[in-house]
């Protein structure tokens, strides 16, 4: 008995040992961030292919978003506002003087290559945490496994219904479906009171668009608007011929998509070379620059519920927003605030854990289960405001805003006009 349990002993020391060897070898590693791929990406032009950290040691901290596929219209946002935020903290001296350092791993599009993507992190750059992924869909997937492995994960951009309840490890910095969507049916109605008939169309293969079809849905009956007709297509059609027909028919006078930006965009076109003039709503999922090269000058006037504005108060945002729009020459998207924001919730927290006994000196496993408990308490002031999480890991935000495209007149440049 004796015997046995001082082997055991030795051997739980033994494995700590190695836990912290190889958690000191994943502080020196030093892989060169990939650039994104996708044509129009922010990335494209060259101008962040790797991060200004790369050559030097520090905490690692994975980043697993889609740097390939159509999901990276999103996820090269998301790529941007990460690496802001890396050159920033570590400007600001990083973890109490060591530097962080970010590791990405490209989830592509679906839920195989973000679980793929995350078991990487995890197991073989063992970084502390992860912010990812881009898609719901991506992390009902992907979340439980890092949950299993007790590794926090801050969504940056998943706004389905149940996120936060995968699991003890698995927050969010991005606000549900059910705060944010609502706030643009209410937009259009003020900008026209006589909406009555309202036409919805969502991705049915696609958990972000189910879950905010639903709240658009209630919303439209909440304000006593008839929802004359609700037509379902896939993120990977382009043609929407057959259901923008349907809904024209019964003469709507405004339009809801949820989609991704390339389905969403083309479905946009479609309703304007059909003739349609109301107004039209996108979801999230529509919420990039990346969706003007698909409808062009046909993407004026669609509006689209904001969980950042540029113009949040606060100096970290002022910080962010400058470091933008000298790197891309626009004003920051909120997907790229996100993403600052989620690497920021790590970057706080591990400063309160390294106060209490320093990283370097924790176990991996340890470590990961102390920071989450640290990011559950915490509170931030991020680019999206003061934030803060439920005990279930849900984001606690202030303020959200609705934005209206505004397209040049031959559709080669537009941007984002937030309304007051
Ligand atoms: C989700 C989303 C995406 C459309 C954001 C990239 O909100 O999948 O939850």
Redesign the pocket.
Known sequence: MYIMSLTLKAMQTKARFSLLVAFAIALSACSPNPAPTASGSPQASGTATSSPSSSVAGIAIGVGVAQTSN?AL??QE?VAGAKIAEKYFNDKGGINGTPIKLVFQDTGGDEQGAINAFQTLITKDKVVGIVGP??????FGADPIADRAKVPVI?P????KG?PQIGDFIARV?AP?SVVAPNSVKAALKINPNIKKVAVFYAQN????K??TEIFQQTVKDQKLELVTVQKFQTTDTDFQSQATAALNLKPDLAIISG?AADGGNLVRQLRELGYKGLIIG???L??SNLFPVCKALCDGVLIAQAYSPEQPGDVNAAFREAYRSQFKKEPPQ?SAQAFAGVQVFVDALKVVDKQTKVSQQALPDLRVALNKQILLGKYSTPLGEISFTPEGEIVQKAFYVAQIKMDADGSSGKFTYLK
């Not at 696609?206 to 668009?209: K, L, P, T």
Request: charged share 10%; proline share 0%; glycine share 12%.
């Open positions: 999901v999103l996820g998301e881009t898609l719901s869909q991506q992390a969504g951009s998943n706004t389905a996120i991005s479906v696609d958990a972000f668009n879950s905010e991704l979801g999230n999922g919420n990039t997907f």
